[in-house]
């Protein structure tokens, strides 16, 4: 099952415009993760956000992080049509330890993606 | 260009049939991931390895088994094979847990 759902499901913009998608989830996190894929291709990742953080910048991506809310946004400003791709969030959940007689056992570490946002920038 | 290869990138078999996958992870990530995607499952993680260890297991099926290898690269053994397991198959490494993962181009794998 997904962790993270996209809103919308499909968006389409001129080129020029700005692109905001939103990502929400369900449990407790240590980070999200946003990531683009071009039809076909692998997975590129864009930006991290921790618990911690609220706002994170890295070029024209914008990314907001609501722990309250459990919700993240993606802007993407000045689109341009090379940004057409798919756009998920993937939510890192929290690393819980527990105590078996003497030792600390580490529980693993998922990532858990969302069902991607579709942008289509027209030029 | 991620660092991350994948062979083969296409295969096409039939029902009961086996396959392996191979991924050969970014040069210096301990972290091997295998994803499953699929038109109506979305992208879904299957299985991660951390230096040869098995660290967690997702939605794999007991038909599908993994490894890592000592010199870090993975295999992903599909077996029985049903026209289901069709998808694209992606291997993603990464330098450790809760780092950015980068993703190969996958494998698309057709069942007939």
């Known amino acids: 099952s997904q962790q993270g759902e996209e809103d919308p499901q499909a968006l389409s913009i001129q080129e020029g415009e700005n692109a905001t998608m939103n990502c929400s989830y369900k449990t407790s996190i240590n980070n999200l993760q946003w990531y683009r894929q071009n039809s076909g291709r692998g997975l590129v990742h864009l930006i991290l956000?921790?618990?911690?953080?609220r706002e994170k910048h890295s070029g024209r991506l914008r990314v907001t992080l609501d722990t309250s809310k459990k919700s993240s946004s993606l802007l993407i400003t000045a689109s341009r049509a090379a940004d057409t791709a798919s756009y998920f969030c993937?939510?890192?959940?929290?690393?819980?330890?527990?105590?078996?007689?003497?030792?600390?056992?580490?529980?693993?570490?998922?990532?858990?993606f969302g069902s991607g946002t579709r942008l289509l920038v027209r030029p | 260009d991620s660092g991350v290869t994948q062979t083969p990138k296409h295969l096409i078999t039939a029902t009961g049939q086996r396959v392996t996958l191979r991924c050969s992870p970014r040069s210096g990530d301990l972290s091997v991931y295998w994803y499953q995607q699929s038109l109506d499952q979305g992208l879904q993680f299957l299985i991660h390895y951390y230096n040869g260890e098995e660290r967690a297991k997702g939605n794999i099926l007991e038909r599908f088994s993994a490894q890592q290898f000592p010199d870090l690269h993975s295999e992903l053994n599909l077996s029985s094979l049903e026209l289901g397991d069709s998808a694209l198959y992606f291997c993603?490494?990464?330098?450790?847990?809760?780092?950015?993962?980068?993703f190969g181009d996958g494998t698309r794998l057709s069942i007939l």
């Open positions: 956000i921790r618990s911690n953080e």
């Open positions: 993937a939510t890192g959940g929290e690393r819980l330890q527990a105590q078996l007689w003497s030792r600390t056992m580490d529980s693993s570490y998922k990532l858990i």
């Open positions: 993603a490494s990464s330098v450790g847990e809760e780092q950015p993962q980068h």
